[in-house]
């Protein structure tokens, strides 16, 4: 049973930095191979933030890019997300999702994050 276990979220001012991480276990033989952040607010579709392949090849949102890093640790099933010079619009919940070589794709319960003064 694969896991993803988030954590980092939490209250920051504008212009703030936080960093979350998502750590997946439970894969067995299988290798995480795209491992990615999205993010949602009320009312509104799921959108993606950032994504970060086994190779280390990086996408990222218009929005977020220059302000946002995304990295891995393929060792530790781990992946993080640098987050600087935050806005009230970066305000959300964040997902972590992981997609497996074997075409599963999992989930993480998602981490609030919220920039206000």
């Known amino acids: 049973q694969v896991q993803l276990v988030e954590s980092g979220g939490g209250l920051v001012q504008p212009g703030g930095s936080l960093r979350l991480s998502c750590a997946a276990s439970?894969?067995?033989?299988?290798?995480?191979?795209?491992m990615g952040w999205y993010r949602q607010v009320p009312g509104k579709e799921r959108e993606l933030v950032a994504t970060?392949?086994?190779?280390?090849?990086?996408n990222y949102a218009d929005s977020v890019k220059g302000r946002f890093t995304i990295s891995r640790d393929n060792a530790k099933n781990t992946m993080y997300l640098q987050m600087n010079s935050l806005k009230p619009e970066d305000t959300a919940v964040y997902y972590c999702?992981?997609?497996?070589?074997?075409?599963?794709?999992?989930w993480g319960q998602g981490t609030q994050v919220t920039v206000s003064s």
């Open positions: 999702n992981v997609g497996y070589y074997n075409g599963n794709n999992y």
């Open positions: 439970g894969s067995g033989r299988f290798s995480i191979n795209v």
């Open positions: 970060i392949r086994y190779s280390g090849a990086t």
